[in-house]
């Protein structure tokens, strides 16, 4: 079966400061990567997807960065973070074909001081 | 682009009250809706989707929803809830693209 991963579950960093949180997925090749940021209130904003390695697509312009260096492997970055960059980040997976349904890892909470 | 309006950002019920909880989108072709929930401390799971066929699915712990394309609506609904049942609900969307657009999610109280 498949899972998903997410490090770390919670993090606390200082403005300015880079980031960089990691999802993996096991049980499945090729699949279609997510990250996600969830605030309250405002539902699931998505910040950047990937259709394969290397390929990423960003959905809203900010201070992150993704990247995919393996397959099943997908990072979120910054180099300097902001106080708004604080939530919590969920990262998502999807079987190439199958239509629109998601699977989320456990999410990782944001907050930076 | 294609958004989708929760209009109950709170609701409390009482236990065995009925549910139901509205999902509006703006997509006007063809669409997949899901609604995922969150329990407190746990992932985001799926709870139930629909794709074609009939418009009234039926997904896991006593859900439904319906599909009105006339209405672009998809409420959930649940006969009887339950103290357990108290999470984040969200409706979501997708038209046969690789994303899903979030409503903005409808906290659920259920008094025991």
């Known amino acids: 079966s498949q899972t998903i991963h997410q490090w770390p579950a919670t993090l606390v960093q200082p403005v300015g400061s880079p980031l960089s949180l990691e999802c993996t997925v096991e049980?499945?090749?090729?699949?279609?990567l997510y990250w996600y940021r969830q605030a309250a209130g405002r539902g699931l904003q998505l910040l950047f997807y990937?259709?394969?390695?290397?390929?990423i697509s960003s959905e809203v312009p900010q201070n992150l960065s993704a990247s995919r260096p393996q397959d099943r492997q997908f990072i979120l970055s910054s180099k300097k973070l902001l106080l708004s960059d604080s939530g919590f980040y969920l990262c998502?997976?999807?079987?190439?074909?199958?239509?629109?349904?998601?699977?989320f890892g456990p999410g990782t909470r944001l907050t930076v001081t | 682009a294609q958004s989708v309006s929760q209009h109950n950002h709170h609701v409390i019920l009482s236990e065995a009250a009925s549910l139901e909880l509205g999902c509006n989108y703006s997509y006007g072709g063809t669409v997949n809706l899901f609604w995922y929930v969150q329990y407190p401390g746990q992932h985001l799971q799926l709870l139930l989707k629909y794709f074609s066929g009939d418009p009234l699915v039926k997904g896991i712990k006593g859900f439904e929803a319906e599909f009105i394309k006339s209405k672009f609506s998809f409420n959930l609904r649940k006969p009887s809830v339950q103290w357990s049942d108290t999470a984040e609900y969200f409706c979501a969307v997708n038209n046969a693209g690789n994303m899903l657009t979030f409503g903005g999610g409808t906290r659920l109280m259920v008094k025991p």
């Open positions: 990937s259709v394969g390695i290397g390929q």
């Open positions: 998502a997976w999807k079987e190439v074909g199958l239509l629109g349904e998601q699977y």
């Open positions: 049980g499945t090749s090729n699949p279609n």
